[in-house]
């Protein structure tokens, strides 16, 4: 079993819904990363967080320490947002490891 | 803002052949890393460095090795070239000491072995 699991692998939706995404990880961690990454292969840094949540335009993420869960939502969802989002973890358990979850596919059609 | 340059972008090898993959950031950052990433899996981490002059080993470090000469330099080599080694490679870097720092990523270098 991976120590971090998204769901779902693949998403598509129609322009303006409300979008879904969720992690779990089953490790201690210091901080978990949702990423970016666009059809061209870059790959961008939408949030850190370790407690709550952040909101950035229409993007939220939130974060259960206590049941090692996180969501990122996508509010009036648009084509642009198609990319894969990927959720990362830093282990607490010291040293430099980071364990990314395998990504979300999401196509949002217009 | 240069942030972090990988080259090349693309690269088709023959099995055996040799070859250094590129990676600089000019953001003073300390911790340097690569990652390759494979279809239906996570990234996974090659090689790290968290100063000039320190390297560690990742998840997946057979076949590779790494050197960190200078903090803004962070190259790649592939010594012997395995079709198992064709895969996307990512180069990242981050400010250093808290755990918690974002990861700012080069564009990646396709990489195949034929």
């Known amino acids: 079993k991976n120590e971090v699991e998204q769901s779902p692998q693949n998403l598509t939706a129609q322009e303006g819904e409300f979008i879904t995404i969720n992690c779990s990880y089953s490790v201690g961690i210091s901080a978990l990363h949702w990423l970016q990454q666009h059809p061209g292969g870059g790959i961008v840094s939408l949030f850190m967080?370790?407690?709550g949540k952040k909101k950035h335009g229409r993007l939220i993420a939130t974060i259960n320490i206590q049941e090692k869960h996180s969501s990122l939502h996508i509010t009036a969802s648009h084509p642009r947002d198609s990319a894969v989002y990927i959720c990362?973890?830093?282990?607490?358990?010291?040293?430099?490891?980071?364990?990314f979850g395998a990504g979300t596919r999401l196509f949002v059609k217009a | 803002n240069a942030g972090v340059t990988q080259t090349p972008k693309f690269q088709v090898l023959k099995t055996g052949q040799s070859m250094t993959l590129q990676c600089a950031q000019d953001m003073n950052h300390e911790y340097m890393s690569w990652y390759r990433q494979d279809p239906g899996m996570g990234l996974r981490l090659i090689h790290y460095?968290?100063?000039?002059?320190?390297?560690d080993q990742g998840e997946v470090p057979n076949g590779y090795n790494v050197s960190r000469s200078t903090t803004e330099d962070f190259p790649l080599r592939l010594l012997s070239a395995a079709p198992s080694q064709t895969s996307v490679y990512f180069c990242?870097?981050?400010?250093?000491?808290?755990?918690?720092?974002?990861?700012?990523f080069g564009a990646g270098t396709r990489l195949s072995v034929l």
């Open positions: 460095s968290v100063g000039a002059g320190i390297t």
């Open positions: 990242a870097s981050s400010p250093g000491r808290l755990g918690g720092n974002i990861q700012y």
């Open positions: 990362a973890v830093r282990s607490n358990t010291g040293g430099f490891k980071t364990i």
């Open positions: 967080l370790s407690s």
